[in-house]
């Protein structure tokens, strides 16, 4: 596909001109284009898209936010935020990204506002951030397919003990983060957009699956009654944020991630419907994630939804002892085909978290994709050091260093990159609006869609990227950084 159309463009280029700088000018974008890489089909950049927004931001972040955050009343304020805020967000970082073929730091200089780099690369740094945590947690999964496999069911009750086996965590991670490395070193159609078409539909077939036999389960609809009945008078301004951040992290926003996807995108593809596409896929897979989560949750506490386990061990304490209640050999398979899932989610989503600072690599210090990937791994091994010692491996790392408003690295990393998601995403919108100017950002998302100007899109568009993105996401950034924080509550 890519060989063809290349050589088509080549030859007409050709014919048309005869001046050789214009043949030499083609073919150094042709080369150029081929050491990048692109995406080979609209499927495989939505299935892409879609598989760096679903992952455990999904399946294991959001439940226990909304267990944390008020049940249905903070899946309201999610859905509200995504539509509203997120979706613009995504039109813009994709556009950006296919307009200038680049990496989310070299873009704004391609676009003439080098300055503007910073964002790109505070954007890389919460990238990176987030995968040296994103990881260790992936691990976790890994694991406990293991456990799984192995008929241990235990586990869930030894979830402590198992998050401070320094062997295990340590083989995990590094294990997850390898398996990453090396989709990222195949490249762009080869490894990372395969990758994607294997396990996005394997996913989505596996949660259906699993959320429907959930539903058969005791107490199955007491989960629901908490997941799905808002009680509005919990909407704190935590909530209010944590929806946010959450909506930013979940559609893999605000960093550039989408910047880098849209750099491979043809010009052919209809940016708007693509990003609706994603988003859709991406809130309808972390809804279906939370009627398969909180039947399973309820049915291991026998319907008693008072006391959960909230946090990052939501689902790790809760479902192996209701895996086990399904008795021996379902509970194995149903147990491991859950993990499993997790796993497949989480490894479309660290390798668009690896692709950001690979794809800089490769464009601007000219190192081969090969090459790029195991340096770049090696700096987030180091960084995620924190992260994978501080839930109780090292003493040091887990009770020496006292941080803000947070009890370990891992959730105090994961709160710093959050909200630099949500300044990353206020500045790119800015940028687009008032800095690179709306007319060049409608130039751009007409390639394949002739029609934009005019449309109800283009109004929505031009309404949210001007007003309304920038004036919420700045609002609720300073509520963000007072409440989580500082503690301050201005609602
Ligand atoms: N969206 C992913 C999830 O929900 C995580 C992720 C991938 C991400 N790429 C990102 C989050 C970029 C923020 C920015 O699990």
Redesign the pocket.
């Known amino acids: 596909m890519f060989q063809s159309t290349t050589t088509h463009h080549i030859l007409t280029r050709f014919l048309i001109s005869n001046s050789r700088s214009y043949i030499l000018v083609t073919l150094i974008q042709i080369i150029d284009m081929a050491v990048r890489g692109s995406f080979s089909s609209r499927a495989g950049f939505i299935l892409a898209a879609a598989g760096?927004?679903?992952?455990?931001?999904?399946i294991?972040?959001f439940p226990f936010e909304v267990g944390l955050g008020g049940g249905a009343a903070f899946v309201v304020m999610y859905l509200g935020f995504a539509f509203i805020l997120c979706f613009p967000v995504m039109v813009t970082e994709i556009a950006i990204g296919r307009k200038t073929g680049k990496n989310p730091i070299g873009a704004f200089g391609a676009l003439g506002y080098a300055k503007w780099s910073i964002v790109g690369k505070i954007g890389t740094f919460?990238?990176m951030l987030?995968l040296s945590y994103?990881n260790v947690i992936a691990g976790w999964a890994l694991g406990y397919l293991v456990e799984m496999l192995m008929g241990n069911f235990d586990i869930g009750n030894n979830f402590s003990a198992f998050t401070t086996n320094m062997v295990k965590v340590v083989f995990y991670t590094v294990t997850f983060m390898s398996i990453t490395s090396y989709v990222v070193g195949k490249g762009v159609a080869g490894g990372i957009e395969k990758v994607a078409k294997i396990l996005m539909p394997t996913l989505i077939i596996m949660i259906v699956s699993l959320a429907a036999y959930a539903f058969t389960l005791p107490h199955a609809m007491k989960g629901l009654e908490f997941y799905l009945i808002p009680e509005f008078d919990e909407i704190t301004a935590a909530t209010v944020g944590g929806a946010l951040r959450q909506a930013?992290?979940?559609?893999?926003?605000?960093?550039g991630?989408m910047i880098a996807y849209g750099s491979y995108l043809s010009k052919k593809e209809n940016i708007v419907t693509a990003t609706a596409l994603v988003t859709l896929t991406?809130v309808i897979i972390a809804f279906i994630a939370g009627l398969m989560i909180f039947p399973f949750v309820a049915f291991n506490n026998g319907g008693d939804m008072n006391n959960l386990v909230s946090g990052p061990g939501l689902l790790f304490v809760n479902l192996p002892g209701a895996f086990e209640s399904m008795g021996p050999t379902v509970g194995v398979v149903v147990g491991s085909f859950f993990f499993l899932l997790i796993a497949f989610?989480?490894l479309t989503?660290?390798v668009?978290?690896l692709e950001?600072p690979v794809c800089y690599v490769v464009d601007e210090m000219k190192i081969i994709r090969s090459k790029a990937v195991w340096y770049v791994s090696g700096i987030i091994y180091i960084i995620g050091i924190p992260s994978l010692l501080g839930f109780g491996v090292s003493d040091f790392f887990t009770n020496s260093i006292v941080l803000p408003a947070s009890t370990d690295f891992l959730s105090f990393a994961a709160s710093i990159?959050d909200t630099l998601?949500l300044f990353g995403g206020f500045c790119i919108v800015t940028f687009a609006a008032y800095v690179w100017k709306k007319e060049n950002l409608v130039e751009e998302i007409k390639n394949g869609y002739e029609d934009y100007e005019g449309s109800i899109a283009h109004k929505f568009l031009n309404i949210t990227i001007s007003y309304i993105c920038p004036v919420l996401l700045a609002t609720l950034f300073i509520i963000v950084v007072l409440s989580h924080f500082f503690g301050i509550s201005l609602i």
């Open positions: 760096s927004a679903v992952g455990l931001g999904n294991w972040k919460a990238g987030i994103y930013f992290f979940s559609l893999s926003l605000g960093m991630t991406d989610a989480a989503s660290t668009s978290l950001v990159a998601l």
